[in-house]
């Protein structure tokens, strides 16, 4: 847990809440939601003319004393450049997200902007962005992978079935990996319905992503609730860890050792999201 901020790391965090920049007024109730990480947006929340208003505003309110990552414009952009000058260095900043980003080098000039170290999430929303995803994934700065789906769709044509996105999905899911990033951010949820937000949030974690963007802060609990391991999950990881060791000492078969990793998994995930046993 940060303790500045009281967000979960950035790294394994569930739920990210698009914010419209052009929305300062509602900057604040992002920031005391029960998301994860807010994301203040700059790019597809904010039409051209409104740009340099909204801008200005997410850096002030960054100024100010508020801390969030920014959605900046894509590299082909002229946005892109006053993003990057308006936003680098400033207090508050917790990163940035490249929306449509189709090459490796994209990344990397991105980072050459920014101060060293800052972190870059990488939309992904494009055949060609996919088709790059290994050189996206191994860009100097690039810190974790994200879907944007509903781009992705409009390019390519499918539809939003899981059928026709597994394979979007899974790819980003095994690049990450291969890279050595935390898991990739899904898509978002487009509904308010109960039972369509459980669902879709249930096929994320199935399909191995570990974070969700959510457009709404009361869609974030769906994605906290169904990225992190429930009871259930931690009363099997703690019973393997008694049982097995925490070093291993009673390991006594070629499955015992993948369970071990899973279960210590398990409970270090539970200690950071604040779920305990059931009992």
Same mark, same amino acid.
């Given at each position: 847990?940060?303790?500045?901020?009281?967000?979960? %790391?950035?790294?394994?965090?569930?739920?990210?809440?698009?914010?419209?920049? #052009?929305?300062?007024?509602?900057?604040?109730?992002?920031?005391?939601?029960?998301?994860?990480?807010?994301?203040?947006?700059?790019?597809? @929340?904010?039409? @051209?003319?409104?740009?340099?208003?909204?801008?200005?505003?997410?850096?002030?309110?960054? #100024? &100010?004393?508020?801390?969030a990552w920014v959605r900046i414009n894509d590299a082909t952009t002229s946005f892109w450049a006053d993003d990057l000058a308006a936003l680098s260095?400033?207090?508050?900043?917790?990163?940035?997200?490249?929306?449509?980003?189709?090459?490796?080098?994209?990344?990397? *000039?991105?980072?050459?902007?920014?101060?060293?170290?800052?972190?870059?999430?990488?939309?992904?929303?494009? %055949?060609?962005?996919?088709?790059?995803?290994?050189?996206?994934?191994?860009?100097?700065?690039?810190?974790?992978?994200?879907?944007?789906?509903?781009?992705?769709?409009?390019?390519?044509?499918?539809?939003?079935?899981?059928? @026709?996105?597994? $394979?979007?999905?899974?790819?980003?899911?095994?690049? !990450?990996?291969? *890279?050595?990033?935390?898991?990739?951010?899904?898509?978002?949820?487009? !509904?308010?319905?109960?039972?369509?937000?459980?669902?879709?949030?249930?096929?994320?974690? !199935?399909?191995?992503?570990?974070?969700?963007?959510?457009?709404? %802060?009361?869609?974030?609990? $769906?994605?906290?609730? @169904?990225? !992190?391991?429930?009871?259930?999950?931690?009363?099997?990881?703690?019973?393997?860890?008694?049982?097995? &060791?925490?070093?291993?000492?009673n390991v006594r078969d070629g499955s015992d050792l993948p369970n071990l990793a899973k279960a210590k998994k398990i409970t270090e995930l539970a200690?950071?999201?604040?779920?305990? #046993?059931?009992?």
């Amino acid at each position: 847990m940060d303790v500045m901020t009281g967000l979960v %790391a950035p790294e394994v965090a569930r739920s990210w809440l698009l914010v419209p920049g #052009r929305s300062p007024e509602l900057f604040d109730a992002a920031a005391g939601s029960p998301a994860d990480a807010v994301v203040l947006d700059l790019e597809d @929340a904010v039409p @051209a003319a409104a740009k340099p208003a909204a801008r200005g505003d997410v850096v002030a309110w960054l #100024r &100010g004393g508020g801390q969030a990552w920014v959605r900046i414009n894509d590299a082909t952009t002229s946005f892109w450049a006053d993003d990057l000058a308006a936003l680098s260095g400033l207090p508050g900043l917790r990163g940035v997200m490249l929306a449509k980003a189709e090459s490796g080098h994209q990344v990397e *000039a991105t980072a050459d902007r920014l101060p060293e170290g800052t972190r870059i999430l990488v939309l992904i929303e494009s %055949a060609m962005g996919l088709e790059a995803v290994p050189e996206i994934a191994r860009a100097e700065g690039t810190f974790r992978l994200v879907f944007g789906s509903g781009d992705f769709r409009r390019d390519t044509g499918m539809s939003d079935s899981p059928m @026709a996105m597994a $394979y979007a999905r899974s790819r980003l899911v095994i690049t !990450s990996r291969a *890279a050595r990033l935390p898991g990739p951010i899904d898509g978002p949820t487009l !509904s308010d319905d109960p039972e369509v937000l459980k669902r879709e949030a249930e096929l994320t974690r !199935s399909m191995g992503m570990t974070g969700k963007l959510c457009m709404t %802060a009361e869609r974030t609990s $769906y994605a906290n609730v @169904a990225l !992190s391991p429930n009871t259930t999950d931690v009363d099997w990881a703690e019973g393997v860890i008694d049982r097995l &060791g925490e070093d291993g000492r009673n390991v006594r078969d070629g499955s015992d050792l993948p369970n071990l990793a899973k279960a210590k998994k398990i409970t270090e995930l539970a200690r950071m999201f604040g779920i305990g #046993r059931s009992h």
